[in-house]
């Protein structure tokens, strides 16, 4: 292969240059809107400002029904899922040991009855006698000692009836208290509703001395309540009366409305550690504090039985919407100089940028409600350096 000359080589190698040197020129002086940016159109759409929790769904109203007798279940006449009436047998105990008790007492009853019985004769025959000591004692025909002795067996004999009499009172009491004891074998519904669980089985053998054993809850599964745990930081955007939907796993796009109930004051769980001294508490050995949550409460109507308990909800508290305004990405916006300011790159049709100062109002962390300072269809510049001028 021939080689070109020296001289040759140096002159195309200087054109080279020359050319790569004015391209790059060229390319500087062009305008801002040749070069490849992304911009976004300020267009009208519907705004949501709202704060997001998770939750849980509970029944409104619900009751455990526990045993107040102690033995052993000998039928049980529900199952979990089943709907029942107020009044309704639910659980029936072995009443044994209660009826004996009940005969016990009524037996111990008529044991005093007998005893007051034979008091009473023994207070008539008293009388007779300290009547019969005073007529005696008017003639002169008996002696002091004798009547005294009368008097006093009358009061003995009275004592003892009256001592009969309290006794016999007692023991009815206990009786009442007895029957009351074999009447807690039956369980009854107290309220209608749904039995969601059931924590007991036949056969089982329950003690209800210590404390009282718990056999099936019933819930009414309408209305429902979600149990919305709230960060500390978003806490104060939340009051009764808000207006509040959420979705569950299961419900698909389907959207249940509600309002704030209540907020409850305190954190639904203490905390597992606690700094001496008044201090923020914080996790032990962590050194990291631990995110205070606090439980808001809405009631929801549950009609079709979607909702059921321990379901797990996504709500949003609505704290502002607005129809058709003016809507920018976050992205598009820059801090500005003041609180509700934004600073924007707008695009001209000329290619040129100029920064403008936007007003913002409501927000849903994606877009924001332009108030001032942006026409509809005017496009924002993403990811540019702030421009001069404007």
């Known amino acids: 292969m021939r080689r070109l000359p020296n001289t040759r080589r140096r002159m195309i190698l200087g054109s080279l240059g020359l050319f790569a040197l004015g391209s790059l020129l060229a390319w500087k002086a062009l305008p801002f809107g040749a070069l490849p940016v992304s911009t976004v159109a300020v267009a009208r759409g519907d705004i949501e400002s709202s704060v997001t929790a998770l939750g849980t769904l509970q029944p409104r109203r619900y009751v455990d029904v526990g045993a107040q007798a102690s033995g052993q279940i000998r039928t049980l006449h529900v199952e979990a899922g089943d709907e029942v009436r107020k009044g309704q047998l639910l659980v029936e105990i072995d009443p044994s040991t209660q009826q004996a008790k009940l005969d016990a007492g009524r037996f111990s009853i008529d044991n005093l009855k007998a005893q007051l019985a034979e008091q009473q004769a023994q207070y008539l025959l008293a009388q007779q006698q300290n009547r019969r000591q005073r007529e005696l004692a008017a003639a002169g025909a008996t002696r002091a000692e004798d009547l005294q002795a009368a008097d ?23 009786l009442r208290s007895d029957e009351a004891e074999l009447g807690y074998t039956r369980i009854y519904a107290p309220m209608d509703g749904t039995v969601v669980a059931v924590d007991a089985r036949e056969g089982q053998t329950l003690n209800a001395q210590q404390q009282t054993p718990l056999i099936l809850r019933i819930a009414r599964l309408s209305p429902m309540t979600v149990w919305a745990q709230v960060s500390e930081a978003d806490i104060g955007k939340v009051k009764p009366g808000m207006t509040a939907y959420f979705t569950t796993l299961s419900g698909g796009k389907r959207r249940w409305h509600s309002t704030v109930r209540q907020i409850l004051p305190i954190p639904p769980k203490p905390l597992a550690h606690a700094s001496q001294g008044g201090g923020s508490p914080i996790s032990a050995g962590s050194g990291v504090s631990q995110v205070v949550q606090y439980t808001v409460l809405l009631d929801v109507d549950n009609p079709d039985g979607a909702l059921m308990a321990d379901m797990t909800t996504q709500v949003f ?47 849903d962390r994606l877009r924001v409600q332009v108030l001032d300072g942006l026409d509809e269809g005017e496009r924002l510049v993403i990811g540019a350096p702030p421009a001069s001028g404007g």
């Open 152 to 174: 006093a067996q009358l009061k003995v004999t009275q004592a003892r009836i009256d001592m009969y009499q309290a006794q016999i009172r007692q023991a009815q009491a206990n």
């Open 317 to 363: 508290f609505v704290a502002g919407h607005a129809s058709q305004v003016l809507t920018a990405p976050l992205a598009a916006l820059d801090e500005g100089a003041g609180e509700g300011l934004r600073l924007a790159q707008v695009l001209g049709k000329d290619g040129k940028v100029e920064q403008r100062q936007v007003r913002i109002g409501l927000s």
